[in-house]
């Protein structure tokens, strides 16, 4: 058994104090964007969403599903309520309302106004100093949303310093500054609700807004609008609120499919603010983004520069120099192009590829690493593991000095840590790039890489590499390959589930058994699923755990019976789950360590086995 102190020392993230407020209950992911519901007052809010502007004499419309609201208003829909400033506060009420606001820019913010941030359940933050004080609030504001559409880089700063310090459950709000072109953007860096104060200021300067950014109306083709206030006459005021609210439930349905990313990408054009947002992002928050991003997931359309830096490419690519090395018996490195099917082995051309490496004699010293974009390099045996069983990108044979540079960094990199004797590029497009970074690689394509003659001079050289070597037996090689998947995944605890392994079944369905004991399973998506034996085998590296109160899971485990949890977990990866050491259950994660510690609501682990109950239970 594993003393609880000591558990608790090795860097899990606990739990905070119960009794501390219910926040979000987070749905669905996008980077640090997701969907949730948040309850306030006894009003549910699905998150993100708009607050509409709503005065006496111009009431907000009546697809709004939140109000932003001076005074009290007579409406069933949730409403948050502003107070004014400092200088000029409005009075208490009823309902969820922001403290007066400081009134300062923020340039100024800093200087001492003794001016509490918290009202109720919502803060409004003016300057850092103002954040561990909101630690006790549902919902969080930044004051001063105007001035960051000047400053993206400020913004971030802010956003990251509240998400670190405050955690992932609390709800994020900016006013005056969401747009149908950036609405995208600032929901993929975590803001759960924004306003309409924005576009009605617009609306009476004679803006018109689309996703596309604003023209001046006087320039706006209004009857190929299509929207139902342009087809109906409304005023600019009408059209913008359309806008803002279609291009929010377009937001919603790409974080439920997967695609909000994409959707970010696409609308770096509308908005030199949005390219700044996303470039900060990815290279000065990239831990923070990784630290969110699920390991499995759906496709990835990798089609403009930006998708080089998702954090999901990222962590491939370190994993690949951290995590990886390649199968000890391996000699000869053997070099490929990517193909359009995956997995790669199921396409005609690796299909080709691998009978032309099997006619060299001794195909076992001979290691397969596909070259491609934006992954960068992917061995073999990992080409299931996502995201390089799940990516797309534009074939066009021309590669983007960006592209290549990586590729050359990552080959370097990838040749330097892992010796081989010979090193063979059978590649189409990536050929001159690979030449020019390892110039010693025997090149063997001519033309087409699946010509005949191409497939000929790869097994004439394979053989040449692989003559002198000693013949490697496959299953020798296969237990190779499978550790390299287990520390792919679970880092060097992952070893133990496949050190003196037996290995059972047609690859990519292979029982992993341990003394005539299963221990994992590995399957299509290109990752192990742990058995209770192997959790247990996990647990003893403290790796991969979510440590629960003293029950046994009937079911699943909600995020409220979860005491803290070690910070590698992220979303969709195999975890277990025990007390005090006692493993009680595997499963999948379904929350990253530090909402399963903050969060009331939710499903923490998906449990795929438990243990049985006590028969006294």
């Known amino acids: 058994m594993v003393d609880a102190a000591s558990i608790t020392a090795r860097a899990f993230i606990p739990r905070r104090p119960i009794g501390a407020p219910s926040m979000l209950e987070i749905l669905d992911r996008g980077g640090l964007g997701r969907t949730g519901r948040w309850t306030a007052e006894g009003r549910e809010l699905r998150t993100p969403a708009v607050l509409f502007v709503h005065r006496p004499h111009v009431p907000a419309p009546l697809f709004a599903e939140a109000l932003l609201v001076a005074e009290p208003a007579d409406d069933p829909r949730p409403q948050v309520r502003v107070r004014g400033s400092f200088f000029a506060p409005r009075p208490e009420g009823p309902g969820v309302a922001l403290p007066p606001s ?8 800093e200087i001492e106004i003794p001016q509490p941030i918290v009202s109720g359940s919502l803060a409004l933050l003016t300057s850092d100093a103002d954040v561990a004080a909101a630690k006790d609030a549902d ?4 004051a001063n949303g105007p001035e960051f559409a000047r400053d993206p880089r400020d913004f971030l700063a802010s956003v990251a310093r509240m998400r670190e310090t405050l955690g992932p459950t ?14 995208a953007g600032l929901v993929y860096t975590g803001v759960d609700l924004v306003d309409s104060s924005r576009v009605l200021l617009d609306s009476a300067r004679g803006l018109f807004h689309t ?7 006087a320039e706006a083709d209004r009857d190929a609008c299509g929207c139902a206030a342009c087809v ?10 359309l806008a803002l609210h279609r291009e929010m439930l377009l937001v919603r349905n790409h974080l439920l499919h997967g695609r909000l990313r994409e959707l970010v990408e696409r609308r770096l054009a509308n908005d030199p603010w949005n390219t700044a947002v996303l470039r900060h992002l990815d290279l000065r928050h990239g831990d923070l983004m990784e630290s969110c991003t699920p390991v499995a997931g759906g496709e990835i359309l990798a089609y403009s520069h930006e998708s080089l830096t998702r954090p999901e490419v990222v962590r491939f690519r370190r994993r690949v120099r951290e995590r990886y090395a390649k199968p000890p018996s391996a000699r000869v490195l053997l070099l490929l ?13 690796h299909r080709k590829f691998r009978e032309a490496i099997l006619s060299c004699g001794n195909p076992s010293a001979v290691h397969e690493v596909i070259v491609t974009s934006p992954l960068g390099l992917i061995p073999r045996e990992l080409e299931r593991f996502y995201p390089a069983r799940a990516y797309d990108i534009p074939v066009t044979g021309d590669w ?35 030449h020019e970074a390892l110039p010693d690689a025997v090149l063997t394509a001519r033309g087409r890489t699946t010509s005949d003659e191409s497939l000929a001079n790869l097994t004439r050289a394979l053989k040449e590499a692989t003559a002198a070597l000693p013949s490697v037996g496959r299953g020798r090689r296969f237990a190779e390959e499978m550790a390299n998947i287990a520390r792919f995944q679970f880092g060097d605890p992952g070893l133990a589930l496949v050190e003196g392994a037996e290995f059972k079944g047609r690859f990519p369905d292979v029982h992993v058994r341990k003394g005539g004991v299963q221990v994992a399973m590995h399957t299509e998506r290109g990752m192990l699923s742990l058995t209770l034996e192997g959790g247990r085998l996990l647990s003893r590296a403290d790796a991969y755990c979510v440590e629960i109160e003293d029950f046994v899971p009937k079911g699943n485990v909600f995020a409220i019976g979860v005491t803290a949890a070690t910070p590698e977990v992220r979303v969709g990866d195999d975890v277990v789950v025990r007390h005090s050491g006692d493993v009680r259950a595997v499963g999948t994660a379904r929350m990253i360590p530090r909402e399963m510690a903050d969060a009331d609501r939710g499903e923490a682990v998906h449990v795929r086995h438990a243990v049985e109950p006590p028969a006294s239970a």
């Open 102 to 109: 400081k009134g300062l820019p923020a340039s100024a913010a």
């Open 139 to 142: 919902a969080v504001f930044l």
């Open 170 to 183: 609390k709800v994020l709000g900016v006013t005056g500054l969401a747009a149908p072109a950036n609405l």
């Open 211 to 217: 996703s596309d950014g604003a023209v001046p109306v």
């Open 232 to 241: 109906e006459g409304e005023d600019v005021r009408a059209h913008n609120e």
């Open 337 to 349: 192009p990517r193909s359009a099917r995956k997995p790669y082995s199921a396409s005609r051309s």
């Open 400 to 434: 983007s000095r960006d592209e290549a540079a990586m590729v050359s960094e990552d080959l370097r990199a990838y040749v330097a840590a892992n010796r081989y004797d010979a090193i063979v590029a059978h590649l189409g497009a990536e050929e001159a790039i690979v």
